[in-house]
């Protein structure tokens, strides 16, 4: 399943438009299988995000794609903390096919 992490930017982006503060999200999958969770952000992003839209930390477990300012609307609620420890530790404990911890 898509999760949403919200956070702030640490510091100006200039070739981004991306100011120190502003709110940014990652988008990542909870799902088990890397290349499954590929293919989630890839549809995800033909559906919703920007085009050429380009998956960070790509082909590994804590792959996320990076939106701020309008593309935001297209974010959901956030992650639950479980959800969200598990792709910050890349742990496969509680990642699940389901989508659910």
């Not at 598990?86 to 990642?95: D, F, H, N």
């Given at each position: 399943?898509?999760?949403?992490?919200?956070?702030k930017a640490q510091h100006d982006v200039p070739r981004l438009g991306i100011v120190k503060g502003a709110l940014l999200c990652h988008i990542?999958?909870?799902?088990?299988?890397v290349a499954d969770a590929t293919r989630e952000l890839q549809r995800w992003a033909a559906g919703f995000g920007p085009i050429d839209?380009?998956?960070?930390?790509y082909g590994t477990r804590r792959q996320h794609i990076d939106l701020w300012g309008p593309w935001l609307a297209a974010c959901g609620p956030p992650a639950d903390r479980p959800a969200l420890r598990?792709?910050?530790?890349?742990?496969?404990?509680?990642?699940t096919n389901a989508g659910r911890p």
């Open positions: 399943m898509i999760q949403f992490h919200y956070h990542f999958s909870d799902l088990a299988d839209v380009r998956i960070q930390r598990a792709w910050l530790r890349g742990s496969k404990r509680w990642l």
